[in-house]
């Protein structure tokens, strides 16, 4: 059960792409997030250009434009390392993940129902969320229910005589046998794997961007109890593991007044075991910055390098004095 627990725990990442340090992931990730709401902002821009939006890209956009301010206002105390800063953001991108996903999911289904009506040359399901504005702007959608256009220049089957040359649709046979436009018609064309490889990677990719972000947030917490705790006193000097930390928003704490602390315990108690539990090879950071990792571990018993160090430079107890007896 030991080791079953051990795999399914959240992973708790040290570096970002083993490459950088975790803060300066986590900025990474902000500034990604930064780029993709930007999107709203010029979407509702062109509402003063005079298009139409459908309810669901117009929520998409005011959301973008809040979760902009919001990054925004969180962004710069990363390099604070404030605790309730980083772990709201956290939080944030959390949540921003499954929203963000929602809205794809739901945009997905919609075009694969318009590549599916448009190989069948009809329209859109009326109930497609966004379908309107996605037929309005996919480019390859037409009202016109035809596969191509012939130019006749005599009167034939559906043209009436007089007329010198005329435009007409001619509905191909596959048009005329194709089923109505469903999501399994529109996955199952050739066309449309490729997209779903690309926003699964995508997905993915987001995923582990809420693991740094968590893990950066849980370093952050956990810094700030080490140097402000009076616990630390009694911590080894060997860089071994102190278990579990205490709550920094505990009420009474300098971080836990106001309306700040109540919100910053509501977040820690969702996963607190996450946020505040230690573990043996848990080597979190206790210097600024995290570049004074101690990777050494004690050989002997608590305290022995403290006792070496103290020889080392001479404050250590005196030594004892040799008595040489005389001849």
Known sequence: MGILSRYLRIPRPRTFLYLMSLRTGVEM?????????????????????????????????????AALALIAFLMPHIRKQSPF????????????????????SAFAITWFLAVSADNANQSIPIGAPGGSTVGDTAGFTSKYNVS????????????????????????SAAAVTATNPSLAHGVGIEESLPSIIVVTLLTMVRVYFIFVTMAYARQVLRQHMYTTSSAKLHLHMDGASEGRSDNPFTAGSPTGAGWRGKLGRIMVMIGENYWLGGQADDEWVKGLDGRFKTSKSSVGPPGTLERERRARSGTGPPLPKLQVGKS
């Open 29 to 65: 990730v902000s500034l990604s997030v930064i780029f993709n709401k930007l999107t709203g902002f010029f979407g509702l821009l062109a509402i003063l250009t005079g298009v139409s939006l459908s309810p669901l890209q117009l929520s998409m956009y005011i959301y973008s434009v």
């Open 148 to 171: 191509q256009v012939g130019v006749s220049t005599k009167a034939g089957e559906g043209i009436t005589g007089g007329q010198e040359a005329v435009a007409y649709g001619v509905t």
């Open 85 to 104: 800063e980083c772990l709201a953001l956290a939080w944030f991108y959390l949540f921003d993940t499954v929203i963000n996903t929602a809205f794809t």
